[in-house]
Structure formats: structure tokens, C-alpha cells
């Protein structure tokens, strides 16, 4: 048993190289966490909902396969397209704030990374929807029901023009989000909530791009984004490393981009297969009695003397 801790210490010496990198791992996560404020600190990016472009991933966005750290939130601090574009604060490519969110309040459904483009609030008193943030958005940025500037007593549609990477237009149905709570006899008391929209849901027809908003798909959620719903926002990007998951799980998606798939197999090599060559090298190299810091070792030696 006495001999355990040297032998240990024997293994850790041998191969230092992957020890190291597995407690780099370890700090990284841990920092990450802190960072965060929840576990798991990061998810990853299984669709193309978020990319710029249909075939071609970029730094600085989120696409297929990225890692995307996230910071928890109960949805107090979210600010929304709408809210960010006079100031022009952007995120991922974008105005507005990317968040996670749980489909209908459900851990059991897949979170949901999109942006979020609006803040709507049921206004009780007239049976419509208020969106004040519409007040500080330039007048030829929007238009609501025909009535320019009103942001009150909405009941048919907004639309925002010019929005995202295609200049696509978004037209908000308002009245078939009605339709939602009414139809399941939701309580809509003190409702109020988000509609959210991933920055390539777009669809080319009639001669321009339309923005395709999560709340007018039943597969995604026809309901507006409770601040319960919200797991946290999207803060940094780590590209290309979540592939590694849907590789080895099989559910890597055909549309994923080439050069997404070349940058992750770069990283492999640098990251992993590199540190271990040279690990194995080194002790390679010295059981033939050839010590490659040698000459490292005596200058630091000299140095200390």
C-alpha cells in the first residue's frame, strides 16, 4: 500500500502532458460554471436556426455544432430587438438579446436558443396587446394595424421591416396569438411575454424575405416566452466544438457546414492528438536515455545557483 502513492506519482511524471490537459479541462468548466451560475454552463447548437447563411459558419455567430456558453436569468435583464436596435447594442450578429428557453415551461422539452425580438403585455382593459417598447423605434422601422405610432390596444398585426441578416419583414399576427389563449381558455391575467424568432427561420415569397417567429409555429411554441420559461442568455460562442457530441452520438446534421466540420477536425488535432504525440515521444524518447529538457533543466539549475 506504501508503494501506491509513489507509482501514482510515477503514472502523473509519465504522462504529465494528458494530466495537465485534463485539469485544464477540469478549470475550464469550473471557471465556466462560476461564470455561468448553472449547470450545464453550455449547450449545443443542434440546428441551423441561428446561422447567417445557409452553407458557411462564422466566428462571432451561432451555428450548427457551436458550443454556446450561457449566462442564468429570470428574464428581468432580457432586452429585446426592438428595445436594442435605437441604440444599436448587438448581440451575435444582431439587435436584441439570444436566450434559452424551456418550450411551454417544459424540462422535458429541447431548450430553444433564439433571439428574442419583442416584449408583448396583454392589456386587460380593451382585450388587445401594449407593446411600449414599439415607442422608441423609428417610425418607418414599423408599422401596427395602419395607425402609426399607436403601440396600444393592438389586436391584428405589427410588423418590423428591414430585420436580420436578409432585410426580412416580420409581421407579428397578434390576433392569431389571441386566438391561442382564447382557444385552450388560458388565463391571460397579468400576461405578458416574448416573441421570439431564430435569425434564419426566414422563407423567400412574394419577392422578399419574411421572418418565421417561433410563436406562429406549433412546433416550436405558440405561446409568448414566460420569464419562468427562460433558462438564461446566450453570452459567448465557442465554435465548432459541439460537433464532437453530435458526431459521436450520430446526429450530426447533413446540413451542418463544410467548414465547420474541417475547423473541428483541426481542433482535434491541436487540442488532443498533438499534446499526446508529444507525450509519447517524450517517454519514448527517454527510455533510450535521451532527455529533451536536459538542456531546459540545467539552465533553470545555473539560474537558481
Same mark, same amino acid.
Given at each position: 500500500?506504501? /508503494?501506491? $502513492?509513489?507509482?501514482? =506519482?510515477? #503514472?502523473?511524471?509519465?504522462?504529465? #502532458? !494528458?494530466?495537465?490537459?485534463? +485539469?485544464?479541462?477540469?478549470? #475550464? &468548466?469550473?471557471?465556466?460554471? !462560476?461564470?455561468?451560475?448553472? =449547470? $450545464? $454552463? %453550455?449547450?449545443?447548437?443542434?440546428?441551423?436556426?441561428?446561422?447567417?447563411?445557409?452553407? /458557411?459558419?462564422?466566428?462571432?455567430l451561432i451555428d450548427t455544432g457551436d458550443l454556446v456558453v450561457v449566462q442564468s436569468s429570470?428574464?428581468?435583464?432580457?432586452?429585446?430587438? #426592438? /428595445?436594442c436596435y435605437p441604440d444599436g447594442e448587438r448581440s451575435f450578429g444582431d439587435y436584441g438579446d439570444v436566450i434559452v428557453y424551456q418550450r411551454y415551461g417544459s424540462s422535458e422539452n429541447t431548450p430553444i436558443i433564439h433571439r428574442a425580438m419583442m416584449l408583448v403585455v396583454y392589456n386587460a382593459t380593451s382585450n388587445s396587446f401594449d407593446i411600449p417598447s414599439l415607442a422608441s423605434l423609428p417610425s418607418d422601422k414599423w408599422d401596427c394595424n395602419g395607425a402609426e405610432g399607436q403601440w396600444w390596444n393592438l389586436t391584428e398585426y405589427v410588423v418590423i421591416y428591414d430585420v436580420g441578416y436578409q432585410s426580412a419583414t416580420?409581421?407579428?399576427? +397578434?390576433?392569431? +396569438?389571441?386566438?391561442?389563449? /382564447?382557444?385552450?381558455?388560458?388565463? %391571460?391575467?397579468?400576461?405578458?411575454g416574448y416573441i421570439t424568432m431564430g435569425d434564419h427561420n426566414i422563407q423567400y415569397s412574394g419577392g422578399e424575405y419574411k421572418g418565421l417567429y417561433d410563436q406562429s409555429s406549433q412546433q416550436i411554441c405558440l405561446a409568448l416566452i414566460d420569464d419562468d420559461w427562460i433558462v438564461g442568455e446566450a453570452k459567448q460562442e465557442i465554435? =465548432?466544438?459541439? &460537433? !464532437?457530441?453530435? =458526431?459521436v452520438n450520430g446526429q450530426m446534421p447533413s446540413y451542418t457546414p463544410e467548414n465547420s466540420k474541417t475547423a473541428m477536425i483541426a481542433v482535434i488535432a491541436i487540442v488532443i492528438i498533438v499534446p499526446i504525440a508529444l507525450d509519447v515521444t517524450n517517454y519514448v524518447l527517454q527510455k533510450k536515455g535521451i532527455d529533451v529538457w536536459k538542456g531546459l533543466k540545467e539552465r533553470f539549475k545555473r539560474k537558481e545557483e
Open positions: 500500500m506504501s /508503494e501506491l $502513492p509513489g507509482k501514482v =506519482w510515477g #503514472v502523473i511524471k509519465r504522462y504529465k #502532458v !494528458i494530466v495537465g490537459s485534463l +485539469l485544464l479541462v477540469l478549470l #475550464v &468548466l469550473g471557471g465556466l460554471f !462560476i461564470y455561468s451560475g448553472m =449547470w $450545464p $454552463p %453550455v449547450y449545443v447548437v443542434e440546428s441551423a436556426s441561428m446561422q447567417h447563411s445557409d452553407t /458557411e459558419s462564422s466566428l462571432g429570470d428574464g428581468s435583464d432580457v432586452k429585446t430587438y #426592438v /428595445e416580420l409581421r407579428v399576427e +397578434l390576433n392569431s +396569438l389571441m386566438d391561442y389563449y /382564447e382557444r385552450y381558455s388560458l388565463n %391571460v391575467d397579468g400576461l405578458q465554435a =465548432w466544438l459541439g &460537433l !464532437i457530441k453530435l =458526431w
